[in-house]
Structures are given as structure tokens and as C-alpha cells.
């Protein structure tokens, strides 16, 4: 699928506000490609479609993460702003005939991150971070972390996540902390 075809199908999906918070992870995708020699056009179309399930009902979400057996049931115990991600891939995969094993893969873990992300998914993970429309507390650093090293970026804005959670008493999803200890051993 060609990103200008993604983008009329996640314009009729999302509501304005998401949608342009998507048009700046295309933006900042595209660009972390340039830099650290990724696929810009996989990385534009995964970001084009990274949020496509952010809307819908829990309901749906959940029948979709109990039928795929390549989701983890154990997400259901976790919060419900987690689910999007692998249900989006779903989505992807079976309604827009998306095959691209990178694409899906890079949708599936944008929230979370995990352990061993490939170039494409650091870069759309970091991308939904850092997009212009973004203004959490500290991500300044990370855009500027982000023009030097991507690992080195994705484990701050993952440090910066933890925080917040943790400050909230909110539960941290194991994947996470898998996606972090393996960044900040990759960049010591
Ligand atoms: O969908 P977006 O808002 O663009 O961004 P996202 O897919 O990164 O989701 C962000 C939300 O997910 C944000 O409220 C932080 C939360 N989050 C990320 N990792 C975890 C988490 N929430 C919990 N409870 N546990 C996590 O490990
Ligand atoms: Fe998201
Ligand atoms: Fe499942
Ligand atoms: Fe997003």
C-alpha cells in the first residue's frame, strides 16, 4: 500500500486531533530513517497506520487480542491504552491486506517497545515520542539525544516513561522493562 492510500484510510478512521498527531509521526519516522540509514517508506507507512486502533471499543479490542494467537492474552491484564498497539497490527495485517512482516511488527511494539527491536521499530517507537505535536516533560532532551543515536534516545525516552509511571503507581508492562535493560546495556 502506498502511504498516500494509508493516509485517506486513516483520515476516515481517526479524529482530527490523532490524525494530526499521526501526520507528525510520519514527519519524525521519515526523518529518523534518513538519519540512521532506515527504510524511509516502511517507516512512513507504519507510522501512517501505528495509531489506527486507538478508537476502538475495548470490546473489539479484546476479541482481537484473545483470538490472535501471536498476542499475548496477558496484555488484557495490563492498561487498556497498551492494546492499541497489537490490535492495530491486526488490523493492518487483516483489513488492510498490509503484509510486510516489518511494517506489522513496528506497529505492534510502538507503545510498549521490547527486547531486540529492529531499526524499524526503534524508529517508529522514538518517532511517536518525539513528533513536533509532543510537549512531555524532558522530551527536549531526547529530540536532541535522537539526532546522535537512536538506542541512546529510544532508552530515555523509555527511562522518561518509567518515571512517569512510576509516579503515578501505574503498572509497567514487562516488555518496557525488557525494552529498556536492553538499551541501557546496548549504550553503556
Ligand atoms: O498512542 P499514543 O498516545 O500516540 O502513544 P503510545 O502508543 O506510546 O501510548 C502512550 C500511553 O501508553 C501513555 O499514556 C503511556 C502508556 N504506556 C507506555 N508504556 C506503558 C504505558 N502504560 C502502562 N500502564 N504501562 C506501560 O508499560
Ligand atoms: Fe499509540
Ligand atoms: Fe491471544
Ligand atoms: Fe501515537
Known sequence: MK???AQKIVKGILPAKRFDH??????????LAKRFNGDIDKAGLAAMLHDI????????????IRRRNDIADELLQYHLSLWHAS??????EEELNITDHDILEAMKWHTTGKKDMTLLDKIVFLADYIEPGRNFPGVDEVRATAE???DLACAKAL??????LVARRQQIHPD???AY????????
Open 3 to 5: 502511504i498516500e492510500e
Open 22 to 31: 499521526t501526520l507528525g509521526v510520519v514527519e519524525a519516522a521519515q526523518g
Open 148 to 150: 546522535k543515536s537512536l
Open 181 to 188: 535493560n536492553d538499551l541501557i546495556e546496548k549504550t553503556r
Open 176 to 178: 518496557t522493562i525488557y
Open 53 to 64: 486502533a486507538k478508537y476502538f471499543s475495548k470490546t473489539k479490542m479484546a476479541e482481537t
Open 87 to 92: 490490535v492495530g497490527a491486526v488490523y493492518a
Open 159 to 164: 527511562e522518561n516513561t518509567i518515571v512517569f
